[in-house]
């Protein structure tokens, strides 16, 4: 079981900003790029809902699933740093659930006075956190903060009505926060800047260790310019978010769930489209087995003319499925009403797409 030491709230809030900069950077991750079985066509612009079609219907899956997927992903290494395009949303999910589980703890935390602290960053540079008077109101600057090798955030977030609660059971924390954030991952880079409710709590065991911990995203919008190796390739824009996940340290392996709903325009698919949940995602996140993707679950994505795309997970990457079909299925119901055949993925083709 997970235990860390904590060195005071101070450094638990700035941490929990790194973890708040890394999701929001996440979300940008998965731009929908072109690929011979999910090249997007042209649309009015990126706010008008997106005509999906059995043309583009993986690349718009790709871009519905990476999302939520790699936002939570606890892979113990930055994979994907200096790799595709694809593989830089799990390092960034790798970082910050790593980053605020590491300063939860059985320690008393107690609210700081006013003041300024300077932090080095596991992998190099630092963060300042500075505390208002009536410790209501953090504001974190990152200078080059790295947590792996290959990745930094710079810049600011300020986060009020901040509420850290440590109980013998539970330990919690919540706030309003705002960005204006450069995350960087090798070659790609992320500018990112939005206002959201964040929250973060661990259930405690008797020795101190944690049985269950939830996460929440929830926010109105969030504007994120992806660029790679100095040019802009993705503008992105998430509106009316709403991400919920909770870890289950207590089964072996341990397990993620995730249900989650969104709005996500991009210039890259040259429209917009509308994702949630109907079936929560599962997936393996023990430090022992730990899969890139989910292995269960089933969300609906909506675009322009009550077209729904259907994508169904039946395994992860591990999983090997019968002759003739895939690791995940897309139906696409046309505006009649009910879904057409079935057509079957790996996540590699799914990733491939992204």
């Known amino acids: 079981m997970r235990k860390h030491g904590l060195k005071n709230w101070q450094i638990l809030l700035a941490r929990v900003g790194v973890f708040g900069a890394l999701a929001a950077g996440a979300l940008a991750g998965c731009g929908g790029g072109a690929s011979a079985s999910g090249t997007m066509p042209s649309a009015p612009g990126p706010n008008t809902a997106l005509a999906i079609t059995q043309g583009n219907a993986t690349a718009t899956a790709a871009e519905a699933i990476v999302t939520p997927a790699t936002l939570a992903d606890t892979a ?8 595709a395009p694809a593989a830089v949303p ?35 540079g630092s963060f300042t ?15 080059d903060c790295s947590e792996v090798a290959g990745t930094s955030v710079g810049g600011t977030q300020t986060y009020t009505n901040l509420t850290l609660t440590t109980q013998s059971s539970l330990e919690s924390i919540s706030a309003n926060i ?24 661990a259930n405690k065991t ?21 660029s790679k190796s100095g040019t802009v390739s993705d503008s992105v824009t998430l509106t ?14 341990h397990q993620l769930y995730s249900s989650f709903n969104y709005t996500l325009a991009s210039s890259r698919l040259n429209g917009e489209i509308t994702v949630a949940t109907t079936q929560e995602f599962k997936q393996i996140v023990d430090p022992a087995e730990a899969r890139l993707y ?6 609906m994505i909506s675009g322009a003319n009550s077209v729904r795309l259907q994508v169904t997970l039946l395994g992860d990457e591990t999983f090997v499925p019968p002759a003739g079909e895939g690791q995940i299925e897309l139906e696409l119901d046309s505006g009649t009403g009910s879904f057409g055949p079935a057509v079957w993925l790996s996540w590699a083709t799914l990733s491939a797409a992204n």
């Open 76 to 83: 113990t290494t930055a994979a994907g740093v200096g790799a």
């Open 90 to 124: 799990p390092a960034l999910g790798s970082i910050d659930r790593r980053t605020v589980q590491r300063w939860f703890s059985s320690q008393n935390v107690l609210p700081a006075v006013a003041g300024t602290v300077t932090i080095p960053c596991t992998a190099g």
């Open 129 to 143: 956190a500075v505390t208002s008077a009536d410790a209501k109101t953090l504001t974190v600057t990152f200078a």
């Open 178 to 201: 705002r960005d204006a954030l450069t995350i960087v991952v090798g070659t790609v880079s992320y500018a990112e800047t939005g206002d959201y409710a964040f929250s973060f709590s």
């Open 206 to 226: 008797a020795n101190g260790g944690f049985s269950t911990e939830t996460f929440g995203l929830t926010g109105s919008s969030l504007a994120i310019s992806v």
């Open 240 to 253: 009316n978010f709403d991400f919920n996940f909770e870890e289950d340290l207590t089964v072996s392996p």
């Open 294 to 299: 989910p292995y269960a679950g089933q969300l």
